[in-house]
């Protein structure tokens, strides 16, 4: 994936979340919780895209 896009997603997802937290009325605590699970989430993608995560894949517990 190029190094660009990677960026504009980022740029994109962010300007998304600071857009839903100020202009959508929520309640905090379901804000607190969007806002994990963007995180969560896109942290999960980058490791994806920059391969961290496939090699976890390849690890047998048991």
Known sequence: MPLISL???LVVVGVGLW???NYVPM???IKTILNVVVVIA????LLAAFGVLGSLGNVRVG
């Open 19 to 21: 857009l839903i937290n």
């Open 42 to 45: 896109v942290v999960l993608w």
């Open 27 to 29: 309640d905090g605590k």
């Open 7 to 9: 960026i504009i997603t």
